[in-house]
């Protein structure tokens, strides 16, 4: 018997109109992706639903093309939350062409290339030690801009899944999407990465060839299909999802990576609440060998200026490393000051988030020359970094709570001090952000200054690592807490160090999950004490 999540949500012969206000439409829509694709791809369909004007909007995403409505006569309070929608239009064209089989020696026939202005990308070969990573990014319909990544040597993360709820990998709001639609896995014995449809109501094409079984009704999974780099994967009408292929090493990383988020909604009885947190990392930069960045973006109002704020902050630092006289004076010097505050002024500068304003923990990681690490963090507002060498905490942030000691202090300097219980300004509980341009206009005390720690250097016998966090995370755990639990993880997987960053940073998040707590959670946990393969950037609402 068919579940409910995958059950018709209305039948073939009625047509739903799907209201761009809907919230369903625009939850985990996310910027400062890695890469962007330039045109929306449109798979063919022998028929059309009907194209109505779309209202414009701040998304970045609306610039990829006109929006699909379907026309509908029932409202929409009949449709119950959790079902799939059917495609209104006909599936004869699937039909026909799975008709006709096709023998799995054919099955790099499937991957017909579709128009479009992005230069088509050859596939890595093969290395011998059987690692390659896989990079998914959402570029059109309602989750777009939605970024995840997978190596082939993660147990954890592998098959991985799409689907519309829980617990798919990739988590697309999209009322056109099974609960479980698809299925990427790494086939070890012919070296490829494979997608299979699990079933899905609504089919599952490459590069507009359809993939699933040819009947539809019946919930059958579809054969295994090789996937390659630049190959565009569509779900239903209007979500794409553009796949990238590379040799993890293309990008071994020094040290070991863990990044992980979730929104908390559960933690508040099931009410449904926004993810606002953005969090990332480039390593290395774009041209810019042995420097890397790892930051956290903590959205108010909204998730534009966080959006906004990931995606040019590290831009604006990679522009700056790109000139050798500053490149250079931080190496010899061992000190990013300038270019952490440099980028922070020019991030500000650029952002136009008038009513929606977001924290910056910003951690500057380098090499120099004789492969020695340094590390040096900037921040503005409450989320927080901190390090830990040689057994000894380093805090690398400041918190910029309006009720912060150094904050009142700040403010008593500029001749326009805090009155006794005051805690807030314009409504806000911070006095240091990015965006926010309306309030900043209204109350000269608000500031974008960064905060910039000391440098640390890192020895990789110390036992090193850094945690950086939003405040749902030390709203719950105390830095003390926070590295007892980094501690007996390690102690856990003594000897299978494969992946432990990754690990740690799952524990620390499901110890804020059992504790409950009450805001949006991200987190990047750096482990120095470990090598690890990673792809070159990465981004997570």
Not at 307 to 324: C, G, Q, Y
Request: some cysteine; hydrophobic content about 35%; aromatic content about 6%.
């Amino acid at each position: 018997m068919v579940g409910d999540l995958e059950r018709s949500l209305v039948s073939n012969d009625v047509d739903v109109v799907l209201d761009q206000s809907n919230n369903l439409t625009r939850n985990y829509d996310l910027d400062g992706q890695c890469h962007r694709t330039e045109a929306l791809l449109r798979p063919p369909r022998t028929q059309r639903p009907v194209h109505k004007q779309r209202l414009s909007s701040a998304s970045p995403c609306s610039a990829l093309g006109d929006s699909v409505v379907l026309d509908v006569s029932d409202r929409l309070e009949d449709i119950l939350v959790g079902e799939t929608l059917k495609r209104p239009f006909g599936t004869e064209h699937i039909v026909e062409l799975q008709k006709h089989g096709r023998p799995e020696k054919q099955s790099q026939n499937l991957r017909f290339r579709v128009e479009n202005d992005r230069p088509q990308e050859s596939a890595p070969n093969a290395t011998s030690d059987q690692r390659s990573c896989l990079s998914l990014e959402v570029v059109s319909g309602p989750s777009c801009g939605l970024h995840c990544s997978v190596p082939s040597t993660s147990t954890a993360g592998l098959p991985f899944t799409l689907g519309r709820v829980p617990p798919s990998n990739l988590l697309l709001k999209d009322l056109e999407v099974s609960g479980k639609h698809a299925r990427i896995n790494w086939n070890s014995n012919k070296l490829r990465w494979e997608l299979v449809d699990m079933g899905s109501l609504n089919g599952t094409l490459l590069n507009s060839c359809p993939i699933n079984h040819y009947d539809s009704g019946s919930r059958q999974w579809g054969n295994p299909v090789e996937l390659a780099s630049g190959d565009t994967i569509t779900v239903g009408t209007t979500s794409n999802i553009y796949v990238h292929i590379s040799s993890q090493n293309d990008h071994l990383v020094p040290f070991g990576v863990g990044m992980t988020s979730d929104p908390m909604s559960l933690r508040r009885g099931g009410k449904k609440f926004p993810m606002e947190d953005v969090c990332y990392y480039h390593w290395p930069l774009p041209g810019i060998d042995q420097f890397g960045v790892f930051g956290i973006c903590d959205g108010h109002g909204g998730v534009e200026a966080a959006k906004s704020a990931s995606k040019i902050l590290p831009e604006m630092v990679a522009t700056i490393l790109s000139d050798s006289v500053k490149r250079e004076r931080v190496v010899s010097q061992h000190d990013g000051s300038d270019v952490l505050r440099d980028a922070f002024s020019q991030t500000e500068a650029r952002m136009n988030n008038y009513y929606e304003g977001c924290t910056a923990t910003l951690l500057l990681v380098w090499a120099d020359a004789d492969g020695n690490l340094f590390a040096q963090c900037a921040n503005v507002g409450d989320s927080a970094c901190f390090m830990n060498v040689d057994g000894k905490q380093i805090k690398m942030t400041e918190d910029h709570k309006i009720s912060s000691y150094s904050e009142r202090q700040r403010m008593e300097g500029t001749g326009e001090p805090l009155k006794d219980g005051e805690r807030r300004l314009c409504g806000l509980n911070l006095a240091r952000m990015l965006g926010d341009k309306f309030v900043k206009q209204q109350d000269s005390r608000f500031s974008s200054e960064p905060y910039i720690s000391q440098v640390v250097r890192i020895n990789k016998a110390s036992g090193a690592f850094a945690l950086l966090a939003s405040d749902g995370l030390w709203d719950v755990i105390s830095f003390k807490k926070a590295i007892q639990l980094v501690v007996q993880t390690r102690e856990r997987y003594l000897t299978d160090k494969a992946n432990l960053a990754e690990k740690i940073a799952d524990v620390l998040l499901n110890e804020a999950r059992t504790l409950r707590t009450r805001d949006n959670t991200s987190l990047i946990f750096l482990d120095f004490d470990t090598t690890s393969t990673v792809p070159p950037c990465k981004v997570l609402p």
